[in-house]
T-cell receptor, first 109, second 114 residues
Framework: RKEVEQDPGPFNVPEGATVAFNCTYS??????FFWYRQDCRKEPKLLMS???SGNEDGRFTAQLNRASQYISLLIRDSKLSDSATYLC??????????FGSGTRLLVRP | EAQVTQNPRYLITVTGKKLTVTCSQN?????MSWYRQDPGLGLRQIYY???????DKGDVPEGYKVSRKEKRNFPLILESPSPNQTSLYFC?????????????FGPGTRLTVL
């Protein structure tokens, strides 16, 4: 079983749609959680950290459920520029980042 | 501008020909690491360094070497490249406060070993 699992997609949605990505992790000792965005053939960039209380940044909302070892990312009012691969990332107790293989999002006009 | 640079960006080589991919950061970060990214597998850590002269193996260190003689540089060395090392490689750096600080990634090096 992978340490961080994501649905690979692709999720193909129209502009303006709301889309949600899920991620599960296997190590209950994981201490920090992130969503990264990666455009085709480019480097990953931090989208947002994920806090236990949930957090929002504009159209993006991240949630963490430690009991279920589950992380989510919600994107509201999708834009064409949101098309990318979204990486779920978990930091373990030794500060090592474990990356999911990513969920691909395609936003169509 | 804060950045991580990698060179070369693209490289095609042949089996057994030693190569080095350079990585440099200008943010005075202590922590640096190398990842490889392959389809369906996500990013996997090759080696990391907590500070100058301190390096350690990641998940997939076989066939790779690194060195950290200066804080800003963290080269990745392939002594005898093989076709299974064909991949997209990223260097990254961050400060010690990992839980609050982002990792900055270089632009990537696409390596093909024939």
């Amino acid at each position: 079983r992978k340490e961080v699992e994501q649905d690979p997609g692709p999720f193909n949605v129209p502009e303006g749609a709301t889309v949600a990505f899920n991620c599960t992790y296997s190590n209950s000792a994981s201490q920090s959680f992130f969503w990264y965005r990666q455009d085709c053939r480019k480097e990953p960039k931090l989208l947002m950290s994920v806090y236990s209380s949930g957090n929002e940044d504009g159209r993006f909302t991240a949630q963490l459920n430690r009991a279920s070892q589950y992380i989510s990312l919600l994107i509201r009012d999708s834009k064409l520029s949101d098309s990318a691969t979204y990486l779920c990332v978990v930091m373990d107790s030794s500060y090592k980042l474990i990356f999911g293989s990513g969920t691909r999002l395609l936003v169509r006009p | 501008e804060a950045q991580v640079t990698q060179n070369p960006r693209y490289l095609i080589t042949v089996t057994g020909k030693k190569l080095t991919v350079t990585c440099s950061q200008n943010m005075n970060h202590e922590y640096m690491s190398w990842y490889r990214q392959d389809p369906g597998l996500g990013l996997r850590q090759i080696y990391y360094s907590m500070n100058v002269e301190v390096t350690d193996k990641g998940d997939v260190p076989e066939g790779y070497k690194v060195s950290r003689k200066e804080k800003r540089n963290f080269p990745l060395i392939l002594e005898s490249p093989s076709p299974n090392q064909t991949s997209l490689y990223f260097c990254a750096s961050s400060s010690r406060e990992f839980s609050t600080d982002t990792q900055y990634f270089g632009p990537g090096t696409r390596l093909t070993v024939l």
